[in-house]
């Protein structure tokens, strides 16, 4: 197979694209906002839900400490992950400042461990020492190179607030949905049973996701997400059943 089909046009090519986005998803923090939105939302709002219900009060107060939850819970995340990935950005942005320095005034020391990462990998000495020189042929090439090989982080993707914060936001209220809408049609121990099951289900997908994502078993990865629900239901409804009023 020719190097044109294997970075472009085969099958390899298009697993080798596949798996360079979701290492930049990671990266940006899109992927890690995304699980833990739908996550929270689905278990915080039931839990939320269930203890309410399960004090004995009726389906508007359910609905209204569901529809407060899903925007307290939501805003939270979102500005959570908008000063998390934030401060990630700064801290990756200090070291390729502290970086560039390096490379206006000690350019030979990066080429050099350029040159030994080549040698670590496997190359041969001479190729290891043309290849070093090649990347190393201008300042900004030697500092891009430096960044991607020596310290393991891509100028270009250091990550995105913002897609952090919208994604946490939307995939929290989305997350909360499902045990919150069916009490705006069934109410009582229905309501319980069906939020349940709406929040169970979602959750199989959600950790079936994750799981195929992660290379793991989809089954375990789904059944795990739906007994840490359940548990939840379960603790979060026996409580406020113990410590309600009707």
Known sequence: MGAATYEGGGSEGAATALLAKRAAEVQQGGARAAVLGVNDGLVSTLCLILGVAGAGSGPAAVRLAGLAGLLAG???????????????????????????????????????????????????????????????????????????????????????????TLSSFALFAAGALAPLLPWFFASGMTGVVVSIVATGLAGLVVGGVVARSSGRSVPYGAVRQLLIILLAAAVTYFAGALFGAS
């Open 74 to 164: 939501a805003v939270s995340m979102a500005a959570g992950e908008w000063i998390s990935v934030t401060a990630q950005v700064e801290l990756f942005k200090g070291v390729l400042a502290d970086l560039r320095g390096l490379v206006r005034d000690h350019p030979g020391v990066l080429i050099s461990r350029l040159e030994q990462e080549f040698l670590e990998a496997g190359y041969a000495p001479a190729t290891a020492h043309t290849a070093a020189a090649e990347l190393s042929a201008d300042g900004e090439g030697l500092y891009r190179s430096a960044a991607v090989r020596i310290i393991g982080v891509n100028p270009e993707e250091l990550g995105s607030p913002w897609t952090a």
